[in-house]
């Protein structure tokens, strides 16, 4: 997994974040073979034209074996950012899961 995130418990409970339920909508093969196929993921609560990602369909269960995602399932997508990178929501803003 080219792109894999670092997972840093310590730092990843300290860090601002917000985590969105999500559905695996299609499979998407390779246009060139030597490529991954990306998983299609709607993520519910984001603007109707951007709620749409594309990831690589490669993940890691728990005994580091590689796993793939499957049409229909249903997946969390976790958005987090170091603290020097947020500033203090303005009053207007809507809240998520509010």
Known sequence: MADEP??????????PA??????VEKIIPPVVPFEAEKAQIVVEGADHLYREIRVENLL?????KEVSLKPGAEVEVTIE????????????QARVGS
């Not at 950012?81 to 207007?92: F, G, H």
């Open 81 to 92: 950012a170091d603290i020097e990178a947020t500033q203090p929501a303005k009053q207007n």
């Open 18 to 23: 917000v985590t969105l339920p999500g559905t």
């Open 60 to 64: 890691k269960d728990a005994d580091g």
């Open 6 to 15: 670092k997972k840093d418990k310590q730092n990843s409970e300290e860090k």
